[in-house]
């Protein structure tokens, strides 16, 4: 393929790791990768430290273009998809890219792939994605030929590596021009309240530990919050424990809240539900803990243990002290 486009996502003036991954995922199948960013004067990132991953970036700037106005942003990329026309665009698998990715691909009437983590070209210019159905029981393989529509494939995070090589040149940057107005924006934003975090996030840590209905309580996730920082992880947790309230759904992990891609994925009583493991199907290696001997999430497991977490926790909280000392 000559030409792919890749849709940046930035916050507080920096590129988020997806837009890397994406870039990455972009080279894989492209001789050449565009980057599209959106902005206005006060969010607009530097793009001097992106400019030597990819060959061409497409700049678009309007008052309207905040964070997160999927409106704004599927109009702009409209506007730009219909200057330049390519192929294929890579949008990544997060909040905004769930909301603009098939507004974006209904307008275009391209094809439209979602939750996408492997893609490959053949030699007769046959696309191909991987994506995972029925909770990742399955994998799907879907193809399309190109045919002078824009075909938006949504990845999902951690799908490719975000560690990748600068070019020998930087990026040729052109500035496009985007007609936006009030008609446009159908919801609006009155305030943004920025969540206080601390630590890695969720969907870029390595190792996560989640939490599910089998802790009883909100006072176990301290436990959890423990041993996610001995690992240098993220806590994450069922739909069942953020609908009980003991810990905020945007921890959740599934197919109605965030995809994440670890290395390590501990999980403590957690079943395993088909919805649950849409979230983490990607997952390097999961560990599982559960007195539920005929627990579902033992099938998915690298390891398994058996047992009450009452004890097992703070054994595994202690080994971990004393491997870092």
Request: proline residues 2%.
């Amino acid at each position: 393929m000559k030409n792919v486009f890749v849709l940046a996502e930035h916050k507080s003036k920096s590129f988020e790791n997806i837009t890397y991954e994406l870039i990455s995922a972009g080279r894989s199948i492209g001789e050449y990768v565009s980057l599209v960013v959106l902005g206005n004067a006060s969010n607009m990132p530097n793009i001097e430290e992106i400019s030597r991953f990819v060959d061409y970036i497409y700049i678009a700037e309007h008052e309207f273009l905040n964070e997160w106005d999927a409106d704004a942003w599927t109009s702009g990329l409209y506007d730009i998809c219909s200057q330049t026309r390519p192929d294929l665009l890579l949008i990544g698998k997060t909040n905004l890219g769930r909301d603009v990715g098939p507004r974006l691909a209904y307008k275009l009437k391209g094809r439209f792939i979602q939750d996408c983590f492997g893609m490959q070209i053949d030699d007769n210019n046959v696309f191909t994605a991987q994506r995972p159905v029925y909770g990742g029981n399955i994998i799907a393989e879907l193809e399309f030929e190109f045919n002078g529509c824009t075909n938006i494939v949504v990845m999902r995070t951690g799908s490719y590596d975000k560690g990748i090589a600068e070019l020998d040149t930087a990026a040729k940057v052109e500035n496009v021009e985007i007609n936006l107005d009030d008609d446009d924006i159908k919801v609006r934003h009155i305030e943004f309240i920025e969540e206080s975090s601390t630590g890695v996030k969720l969907e870029d840590a390595s190792v996560v530990v989640v939490g599910g209905r089998g802790l009883g309580g909100s006072q176990p996730f301290e436990l959890l919050e423990n041993i996610a920082e001995l690992l240098g992880g993220a806590v994450g947790a069922s739909r069942a424990a953020c609908d009980a309230g003991w810990i905020d759904h945007n921890k959740q992990i599934g197919l109605t809240g965030k995809t994440v891609s670890p290395n390590l994925y501990i999980t403590v009583g957690v079943s395993g539900a088909s919805q649950h493991m849409a979230g983490c199907s990607n997952a390097k290696n999961i560990v599982a803990i559960n007195q539920d001997k005929d627990a579902n999430i033992f099938k998915e497991a690298s390891i398994g243990v058996v047992g009450d977490w009452k004890t097992i926790l703070p054994s595994l909280i202690e080994a971990l002290k004393n491997r870092n000392t």
